[in-house]
């Protein structure tokens, strides 16, 4: 059950923002780039691309602009070391190990032995680039119980850490907390376009960038339809059910300040755009990205924004978005993942 929230304005959410520690990483504002050509061939909506695969920091992505507030609030705490794991070829990953190369904190990695692993190219190869300290961990073992372990040693030995992603519930929060300063940037650019805001905003989200959008949106009694195309299922430790993303959007609002009631109801997260896994490229997205590069030339990655994009236009072909509708694709990075991920580019004589 949702309870509507009395308005509040932009400038009330950006002193709220400013607020926060924050650390200076990221490139913003990233671009919106309108994509008429795409638009023309789909035959759809009006579309146009948030750019946040460039947000600069080691080949950019959605967790620059969450790790500004993320590491931000660590430095502010006396944190001294960041763990994270995930899959050997993580975004945040890499991402987390510039930024904390960039601000002097030591970086554990904590990659799984899974599929991609003994291939050290694309987020792996770069990640190692900065200096963190690998520490490789089972595919089948819980990466959350991994990660927690290791801080639980660090903190015997003196030491100040902080765990990030799955499990992290401060992280989290404050990664969704970027994604509320995301979209308030993104009406400014609407604004200065001379444009009405968008009927739809789709993006490739576990959790915490679509809570961010979402939290925003209802903050600010704005008609956007948060629309976020999740890469994993329930099959998979890390996926975040609706329930999980409603809550996440009230922590982040409380963050601020703000109170938010807000049921699983009003989350449209899909979980329709997977294919056969998490980590597995779906031959209906990589011709879709092959669509998209062959128009704008805009990359996306097999993984994360690739299959959020085929995301958007399969609603489009479904006719669940027409032509009526102004579309934007928050585009959330990903893409050195490409690289390791060759041999899945059948199209272009890539394939096995
Ligand atoms: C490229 C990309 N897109 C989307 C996501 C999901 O972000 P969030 O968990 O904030 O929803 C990730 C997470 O790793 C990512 O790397």
């Known amino acids: 059950m949702s309870h509507p929230v009395p308005p509040v304005s932009r400038a009330d959410i950006a002193g709220a923002l400013a607020q926060l520690p924050r650390a200076s990483l990221a490139h913003l504002p990233t671009p919106l780039d309108p994509c008429p050509r795409l638009a023309a061939e789909l035959g759809g909506p009006k579309i146009w691309f948030k750019r946040d695969d460039c947000t600069g920091l080691a080949f950019g992505?959605?967790?620059?602009?969450?790790?500004?507030?993320?590491?931000?609030?660590?430095?502010?705490?006396?944190?001294?070391?960041?763990?994270?794991?995930?899959?050997?070829?993580?975004?945040?990953?890499?991402?987390?190990?510039?930024?904390?190369?960039?601000?002097?904190?030591?970086?554990?990695?904590?990659?799984?032995?899974d599929a991609q692993f003994e291939h050290v190219q694309g987020n792996q190869l770069i990640a190692r680039r900065f200096g963190a300290t690998i520490v490789p961990i089972e595919a089948s073992a819980s990466t959350k119980q991994?990660?927690?372990?290791?801080?639980?040693?660090?903190?015997?030995?003196?030491?100040?850490?902080?765990?990030?992603?799955?499990?992290?519930?401060?992280?989290?929060?404050?990664?969704a907390v970027a994604y509320i300063g995301a979209y308030l940037e993104l009406v400014e650019q609407f604004e200065t376009l001379g444009e009405p805001l968008p009927s739809h905003i789709y993006v490739t989200s576990q959790v915490s960038t679509q809570a961010g959008l979402q939290a925003a949106v209802e903050l600010l009694g704005h008609g956007v339809k948060i629309c976020g195309i999740n890469p994993m299922d329930a099959r998979n430790e890390a996926y975040e059910s609706p329930d999980e993303i409603a809550s996440r959007c009230c922590a982040a609002a409380e963050l601020l300040g703000f109170r938010l009631d807000l049921g699983p109801e009003r989350i449209n997260n899909s979980t329709e755009f997977v294919g056969d896994d998490y980590g597995k490229p779906a031959a209906a997205a990589q011709e879709t990205a092959a669509l998209l590069a062959r128009t704008e030339g805009i990359l996306v990655d097999p993984v994360y924004s690739g299959k959020g994009f085929s995301g958007l236009v399969g609603d489009i072909q479904s006719g669940r978005l027409n032509k009526s509708d102004r579309a934007v694709f928050l585009h959330t990075g990903g893409l050195p993942a490409i690289f390791s991920y060759a041999s899945s580019y059948h199209d272009i004589g890539h394939g096995e």
């Open 61 to 113: 992505g959605n967790k620059v602009r969450q790790h500004e507030y993320i590491l931000g609030d660590a430095l502010s705490r006396g944190v001294d070391v960041v763990i994270q794991g995930a899959a050997s070829q993580s975004n945040q990953s890499r991402q987390l190990a510039a930024a904390a190369a960039r601000l002097g904190i030591e970086c554990i990695l904590m990659p799984r032995k």
């Open 146 to 175: 991994a990660k927690q372990d290791m801080a639980a040693r660090l903190e015997a030995s003196g030491r100040r850490p902080m765990i990030l992603g799955m499990g992290a519930e401060r992280a989290l929060t404050l990664a």
